[in-house]
Nanobody, 127 residues
Framework: HVQLVESGGGSVQAGGSLRLSCEAS????????IGWFRQFPGKEREGVATIQTRGGTTYYSDSVKGRFTISHDSADNAAYLWMNNLEPDDTAMYYCAASNLVVQSPNVFRVPSFRFWGQGTQVTVSA
C-alpha cells in the first residue's frame, strides 16, 4: 500500500510559479508511474503530467505543456510538479497519484490506472 501526501499549493497571481510536492510512503517499490491530476469544481478529474519512475518518460496535457515540469526523486520517494507562468484557468485542486502499471500513451491520464491517490492541494491563480 502506498500513501501519498501533497503539499505546495497556494495562491499566486497570474504569471507566477509554484512547486507542488508529493511525498510517498509505504510499499513504493512497485510504483511504475506517478501522475499529477487536477479537478475543477463540478468537473471530472483530468491528467496534467505523468512520469515513469523507471526511465523517466514524461507526458503532459496540451494545456500545460511548456509551462509545467514533472520530476521524480527515487531517493526521497518524492515527485514534484513545477508550475510556471500560471494562469487563472489553472485554478483547481491538484492530486498526486501512483500506479503499479507502466502507464503509456495513449492511456497516460486514465484515472482508473492509478490505484493510489493523495488528498489534494489547492492551487488558486488570480488575474
Amino acid at each position: 500500500h502506498v500513501q501519498l501526501v501533497e503539499s505546495g499549493g497556494g495562491s499566486v497571481q497570474a504569471g507566477g510559479s509554484l512547486r507542488l510536492s508529493c511525498e510517498a510512503s509505504g510499499i513504493t517499490e512497485g510504483t511504475n508511474c506517478i501522475g499529477w491530476f487536477r479537478q475543477f469544481p463540478g468537473k471530472e478529474r483530468e491528467g496534467v503530467a505523468t512520469i515513469q519512475t523507471r526511465g523517466g518518460t514524461t507526458y503532459y496535457s496540451d494545456s500545460v505543456k511548456g509551462r509545467f515540469t514533472i520530476s521524480h526523486d527515487s531517493a526521497d520517494n518524492a515527485a514534484y510538479l513545477w508550475m510556471n507562468n500560471l494562469e487563472p484557468d489553472d485554478t483547481a485542486m491538484y492530486y498526486c497519484a501512483a500506479s503499479n502499471l507502466v502507464v503509456q500513451s495513449p492511456n497516460v491520464f486514465r484515472v482508473p490506472s492509478f490505484r493510489f491517490w493523495g488528498q489534494g492541494t489547492q492551487v488558486t491563480v488570480s488575474a
